[in-house]
């Protein structure tokens, strides 16, 4: 059993830490290579850099969530739920689909408990409906 995980490139597990720019602040963000390597697929499938579908990403959390939280965690488990989405056949193998043009809702159907599913179908916390009642 062992083999199948202790065979992995060590170099796919090295970190690196990347200084990235969200909305003119610089920030650094370490990732092992095998995340910015996921992050980076996602990002070309929708024809942009990883740079920018990171500040694509920290945008829409934060409009969903109101707050980040661990943003590198995000990231990792962001490129899992990639990997095991597109392993399921619910994101295209085909690079050239852009995630963007994929129906969020079906991608997430039925997903395994834990997993969460689409937003419209999560109960939000009281902090963010108190955000969702403030903007508008």
Partial sequence: MCEVFISADPQSYDARTRSVRLHGVVTSIRLENLFWQV?????????????????????ELVAARGEVGNFASFLRVSALRYEALLAQGRIPADNSVAIRSLDAKAVLRELPKGWGGPLSEQQPTAEVRTLHVAAR
């Fill in 39 to 59: 992050l980076e697929e996602i990002a070309q499938r929708d024809g942009m850099v990883v740079v920018q579908l990171i500040e694509r990403l920290y945008d």
